[in-house]
């Protein structure tokens, strides 16, 4: 948008306004989406551009770029009319786009397609609200500047092209596959080429798996269903009713372990030994490089070795502190 009309933006749009997008999938069930009010500050006008140019489209199709193929079959035309995938065509213009407004020359049009190829419409809205910020303000978004990362790594939030879209891609979440995406996902992807929806974690980087976890507020973080099954099958096979002081069998612990505070009082010893052995166990059981907290601030690799036990909560799922975390 020119510099002329982000004026004319703020001169004639005086009432504040709220723009709410939902993300939706084939059957039409909402999966995603927020509600925004904007200023119509610079930043919030390109959030007013991406969404005038969004509104009125139709979801766009999945469908290879090459031309002069005879036409499709009755299945591929009701494939293209019901998948929201993105078009290979649409996305590749795009992000070659992105890789001339970027000098660094960090990417390529095939590896930022294959990272978010798997988001489909959402990445594709994502990759366009990064196109329209960066033709304002005139800043790259830094696509996988972070590629080597590993434990210990600690990779901040990018300024450019502004903080408003570095939200926004920190905010996106799609369900991939059966599984709904987290808030940080979509923004760590593009800063590594992480690539989601694999069998185990959250993201591949490289030939690593790593599950992403929002360590924003103060509570403990809760595993998934995977790792909330193997710590309590270890509980279970190796649980002795003489650890417990009053005795009592396996479910009187599972009982006891619901409460925050258990775990908190316990002395050492054979019973702290066999919890802080489950909780390793269930930290490995997705055979992960590693976890990554995403803070107020930038995301942080941490080893499985670094979980440790908080609670469980009622519906059974494992509750973990990491240990920078540990008071």
Do not use: C
Not at 135 to 150: E, H, L, M, N, W
């Amino acid at each position: 948008m020119s510099k002329h009309k982000n004026q004319l933006l703020r001169e004639y749009i005086t009432e504040a306004i709220r723009v709410t997008i939902q993300q939706v999938d084939t059957s039409g069930e909402v999966v995603g989406g927020y509600s925004k009010q904007l200023d119509v500050s610079d930043d919030d006008a390109d959030e007013v551009q991406w969404f005038l140019d969004k509104y009125g489209r139709s979801p766009i199709e999945y469908r290879k770029s090459s031309t002069g193929k005879q036409a499709q079959s009755d299945s591929q035309k009701k494939l293209r009319k019901t998948s929201p995938d993105p078009s290979e065509t649409s996305a590749r213009e795009v992000i070659s786009d992105l890789v001339a407004l970027d000098p660094s020359g960090s990417f390529t049009v095939d590896e930022l397609f294959g990272v978010i190829k798997p988001w489909k419409q959402a990445g594709f809205d994502a990759l366009r609200r990064v196109q329209i910020s960066s033709q304002r303000t005139g800043k790259s978004f830094p696509f996988f500047a972070y590629r080597d990362v590993d434990v210990g790594s600690k990779v901040p939030f990018p300024p450019d092209p502004s903080s408003a879209t570095t939200d926004f891609l920190l905010n996106t979440r799609v369900r991939i596959g059966r599984n709904d995406t987290g808030s940080g996902e979509l923004l760590l992807a593009l800063l590594t080429g992480g690539v989601a929806g694999g069998p185990v974690g959250d993201l591949t980087i490289g030939e690593k798996n790593w599950e992403v976890k929002d360590a924003r507020s103060s509570g403990a973080i809760r595993l998934g269903g995977v790792a909330s099954d193997a710590f309590k099958k270890y509980i279970r096979d190796n649980f002795n009713s003489k650890m417990l002081p009053r005795g009592g069998d396996v479910s009187v612990l599972l009982s006891d372990l619901t409460r925050k505070e258990f775990y908190r009082t316990l002395d050492p010893g054979p019973l702290k030994d066999l919890i802080d052995a489950a909780t390793a166990q269930a930290a490995g059981a997705d055979e992960l490089a590693g976890f990554v907290l995403l803070t107020g601030e930038q995301f942080e690799f941490y080893p499985v070795t670094s979980v440790r036990f908080s609670d469980v909560a009622k519906d059974g799922r494992l509750h973990v502190l990491f240990t920078a975390q540990n008071s």
